[in-house]
């Protein structure tokens, strides 16, 4: 997947597992910035992480502009989970300044 694209995949992903993570943390009221940049932020580093991990780098498919179908499935995984996670983490902060 070419990097740009991988990038707005992993954090609109992590925007929706954040939002997803809010709900279920409701011990914090965070505003909806901080959810979007939370969400956005932990859905970027999820994704990388997650590359880096499985090794997406390289293909051969993605190189010849075709669609790597696990590479996005991937993205998408490691984009909520860091999202949901860095959300999560920053709701209790939060909630516990307040």
Same mark, same amino acid.
């Given at each position: 997947?070419e990097?740009?694209?991988?990038?707005a995949?992993q954090?609109?992903a %992590?925007?929706?597992g954040?939002?997803v993570?809010?709900q279920v943390?409701?011990?914090a009221g965070?505003?909806l910035?901080?959810?979007? =940049?939370? %969400?956005?932020? @932990? @859905?970027?580093? #999820? +994704?990388? =992480?997650? +590359?880096?991990i499985?090794?997406?780098?390289g293909?051969?498919a993605?190189a010849a %502009?075709g669609l790597d179908? %696990?590479?996005l499935?991937? *993205?998408?995984? @490691? #984009?909520?989970v860091g @999202?949901g996670a =860095?959300?999560?983490?920053? +709701? *209790?902060? =939060? #909630?516990k300044? #307040?």
């Open positions: 997947m990097g740009i694209v991988a990038v995949v954090a609109l %992590g925007i929706a954040g939002g993570a809010s943390v409701k011990s965070m505003a910035l901080p959810k979007l =940049l939370s %969400g956005a932020l @932990g @859905g970027v580093a #999820g +994704g990388s =992480l997650i +590359g880096a499985l090794g997406g780098a293909d051969p993605a %502009g179908l %696990g590479s499935i991937g *993205q998408l995984a @490691g #984009g909520a @999202g =860095l959300t999560a983490i920053v +709701g *209790q902060v =939060l #909630g300044r #307040g």
